[in-house]
C-alpha cells in the first residue's frame, strides 16, 4: 500500500517532467520521419516504420531511464526530500519498491502510446495485420524498461547520477550484446573467456524482448515467449531491487 | 503492556514513566573511506525528552544537533549505544509512527501543489486518504499558506516552504515532533505563528524536541534545554535554572553625572557608558548596588531608574561555549 503511494507519487512527479513530453514530442517525430522516408524504402515502407516504431519505444524509453531514472533516489538524497520519507513508518525496501514501479509505471504510458500511436498509423493507411504483432512487441518493450530501470535504481542507490547513468548504458548495451558474449567466451581463452561467461550471466538477457523483426513481417511470437519474457523480467527486476535494498538498508543520510 | 488511554486524553499525554526520548552511550563516528581517519559526530550521549515537554537542544553548528536528530529518525546508524523514542527501538518503523519531522531547510517536489503534498505524506504517516485530503486542506489555511492551493511548490519562497514543512509534521497529529530549525528563513511573522505552533502541541500533549540558533525563541518556549557541544551533551537543566546560577547585574540611568569620577574600587565591576541621553552604570552584581547609588546622590546626580539584568540564555550558552572552548585549549 506505502509502495503504491510513493509509486503514485513518483509517477505524477515524472509525468509533469518536461522530459516526458520532450520524449513524447521525439516519438510523434520519429514516426512522422518514417511517413517521410517510407516512399524511399523501395515497398518496404510498412516495415521500416513498424522496425523505426518500434525501435524508438526503447531508445526513448532507454533516454528516459538514463534521465530520469538514474537519478531517482540519489537527487532525493541530494535534495533531502528523502528525510521527509524515511522519516516516516515506512521501510526503505518499500520506498525502493515504489520508485522503481512509479518510474516503471511511466515508462509504460510512454510505451503504451507509442505502440497505440504506431497501430493507429498504420490502421489508418489500411496495414491493420501489423498490429498485433506491434501490441506484442510493445508489452515486451515494456518489459525491457522495467528491467533496465531496476538497474537503474540499484545504481541510484550506491552512486552518483552521472555515474549511474554510464553503469546503467554500460548494462543496456552489454544486455543487447549477451549472446555475442557467450560466443566470444568459447572463442577465447580461459580469463577472458570466463569473464564473458561471467557477464553474459549477471547482465539482464535483453534480446529475449526483442520480437521487432517478427512485428515487421506482420508476425507475432508464441504467447510461451512473452509469458516466459514476462516472468524473467519479473525474477530479474526482483533480485536487482533484493540488491538495492542490501546496499540501501544500512546507509547512512549524513 | 498496551497502551491505555481515555478518549477524551491528548494523543501526547500518555501516562507511564517511559520518557519520550532515551539514549544511552549513543555514539556516531565517520570514517572516511579513503583516509580511513575517524571523526567524531556524537559522544556517548545520555539524553532523556519527558512526555509532554518543550526541550530545546542547543549549540554550534557542527555541534552533533543534527547527528542526533538522524539517529533519532534512523536516518543515521548509531557506531554504538541505542535508545528509545516513545517507548520503541530507535530508528525502528514503530518508532517512526509517532514522530513528526521538520528538517532543516526542508526540499519538497518540485512538480506538486501544496496539498498533494500533504496529502502524500499524510497518507505515509498512515491517515486515509478522505481524511488526509481534509486534513490537507486545513493545515494549508493553518500555517498561512491558504488560497495557494494550486501554486507548484517549486513557485514557493523559503519561508513558504518552512511552514509548508511544518505543516507536513504536524498533519498527523504525533506524539513526539522533532523540529531541526524551524524558525530558519522566516520572517518576524512566521516565527511568532511557529512559536503559537509549538505552544499549541504542547498545550494538546506532544512532546516537542527543537533545535535551535534562536535563542530568544528558545528561551520562550522551552521546558528544558540541553547544549551540545563538540558532540558532547554538556548540560541539560531548565531555562531558569540555567540562567539563574549566574549573577545578576544591574543597569543604573541616571543624569547629571558626567563629570564626576568613579572610585577605583568599582573600576573592576561596574561599567560606565556616557550616552546622550545620560550616563548609565551597569554593575557586575547587585553587590555594590546601595553603595554606587549613595555615591552618585552625594555626587548630585538624578537616578532616572534602576533595572535589574535577567542573564539571558544566549549569554549562559555563550559562556558554556566559550569555557569548554579554553577548557579544549588547555587540554
Not at chain 1, 178 to 199: G, I, K, M, N, T
Request: proline content about 5%; aromatic content about 6%.
Amino acid at each position: 500500500m506505502i509502495a503504491l503511494l510513493i509509486a503514485r507519487n513518483t509517477f505524477r512527479e515524472a509525468s509533469r517532467d518536461r522530459m516526458l513530453f520532450g520524449a513524447l514530442g521525439a516519438g510523434a517525430a520519429l514516426l512522422l520521419a518514417t511517413q517521410l522516408l517510407g516512399p524511399l524504402a523501395l515497398g518496404e515502407g510498412v516495415r521500416l516504420t513498424v522496425d523505426l516504431g518500434l525501435s524508438g519505444i526503447t531508445f526513448l524509453g532507454l533516454i528516459l531511464v538514463l534521465m530520469v531514472g538514474t537519478s531517482l533516489v540519489s537527487k532525493e538524497i541530494d535534495r533531502r526530500t528523502i528525510y521527509n520519507l524515511l522519516s516516516r513508518p515506512l521501510a526503505r525496501h518499500v520506498y525502493l519498491a515504489g520508485k522503481w514501479a512509479g518510474l516503471t509505471a511511466t515508462l509504460w504510458t510512454v510505451a503504451l502510446a507509442m505502440g497505440a500511436a504506431l497501430s493507429l498509423l498504420l490502421a489508418v493507411r489500411g496495414h491493420a495485420e501489423y498490429v498485433p504483432g506491434i501490441a506484442q512487441a510493445t508489452v515486451l518493450a515494456a518489459f525491457e524498461l522495467a528491467v533496465v530501470t531496476s538497474c537503474a535504481v540499484l545504481f541510484s542507490a550506491l552512486s552518483t547520477p552521472v555515474l549511474s547513468a554510464l553503469y546503467t548504458a554500460a548494462v543496456f548495451l552489454l544486455g543487447q550484446w549477451s549472446y555475442d558474449l557467450r560466443a566470444f567466451a568459447d572463442r577465447f581463452p580461459a580469463p577472458v573467456s570466463d569473464l564473458c561467461r561471467l557477464a553474459a550471466n549477471v547482465v539482464p538477457n535483453l534480446p529475449v524482448f526483442n520480437v521487432r523483426t517478427l512485428a515487421a513481417s506482420a508476425q507475432c511470437a508464441p504467447a510461451a515467449h512473452v509469458l516466459i519474457a514476462g516472468a524473467y523480467a519479473a525474477v530479474y527486476c526482483a533480485c536487482m531491487l533484493a540488491l538495492a535494498t542490501a546496499a540501501f538498508e544500512s546507509r547512512d543520510f549524513k | 503492556m498496551p497502551e491505555t488511554r481515555h478518549p477524551s486524553q491528548p494523543r501526547g499525554a500518555v501516562t507511564g514513566d517511559e520518557p519520550a526520548i532515551r539514549t544511552r552511550g549513543l555514539c556516531k563516528h565517520y570514517r572516511n573511506p579513503w583516509t580511513l581517519r575517524v571523526t567524531q559526530g556524537l559522544a556517548d550521549l545520555d539524553l532523556e525528552v519527558r512526555r509532554g515537554e518543550v526541550f530545546g537542544y542547543l549549540g554550534p553548528n557542527g555541534a552533533g544537533k543534527t547527528t542526533t536528530i538522524k539517529l533519532l529518525l534512523g536516518l543515521l546508524q548509531p557506531s554504538s549505544g541505542g535508545g528509545t523514542v516513545m517507548g520503541e527501538p530507535l530508528g525502528s518503523i514503530a518508532s517512526r509512527r509517532h514522530l513528526g519531522f521538520l528538517p532543516e531547510q526542508p526540499y519538497f517536489y518540485d512538480s506538486l501543489t501544496g496539498p498533494e503534498y500533504l496529502e502524500f505524506t499524510g497518507r505515509l504517516s498512515g491517515i486515509g486518504a478522505h481524511d488526509a485530503h481534509g486534513r490537507a486542506r486545513h493545515w494549508l489555511g493553518r500555517v498561512g499558506l491558504g488560497g495557494r492551493e494550486k501554486l507548484p511548490l517549486r513557485k514557493y519562497s523559503k519561508g513558504m516552504l518552512q511552514r509548508l514543512g511544518l505543516a507536513s509534521a504536524l498533519l498527523h497529529e504525533p506524539d513526539l515532533l522533532i523540529l531541526d530549525e524551524p524558525m530558519s528563513g522566516l520572517d518576524p511573522f512566521g516565527r511568532r505563528d511557529v512559536r503559537e505552533l509549538i505552544l499549541e502541541q504542547r498545550e494538546r500533549g506532544a512532546t516537542v524536541m527543537l533545535s535551535s540558533h534562536i535563542l530568544p525563541d528558545v528561551e520562550m518556549l522551552c521546558d528544558r534545554v540541553g547544549v551540545v557541544l563538540g558532540g558532547r551533551l554538556v548540560r541539560t537543566a531548565t531555562v531558569d535554572d540555567l540562567v539563574a546560577v549566574r549573577q545578576q547585574k544591574v543597569e543604573i540611568r541616571c543624569t547629571g553625572a558626567p563629570l564626576v569620577a568613579m572610585p577605583e574600587r568599582w573600576q573592576t565591576h561596574v561599567t560606565r557608558f556616557e550616552l546622550p541621553e545620560g550616563t548609565t552604570f551597569v554593575l557586575d552584581d547587585a553587590h555594590d548596588l546601595n553603595d554606587v547609588l549613595a555615591w552618585l546622590v552625594g555626587a548630585r546626580a538624578v537616578i532616572r531608574a534602576v533595572t535589574p539584568q535577567r542573564p539571558s540564555l544566549e549569554d549562559f550558552f555563550l559562556s558554556v561555549a566559550e569555557s569548554q572552548a579554553s577548557e579544549q585549549r588547555t587540554a
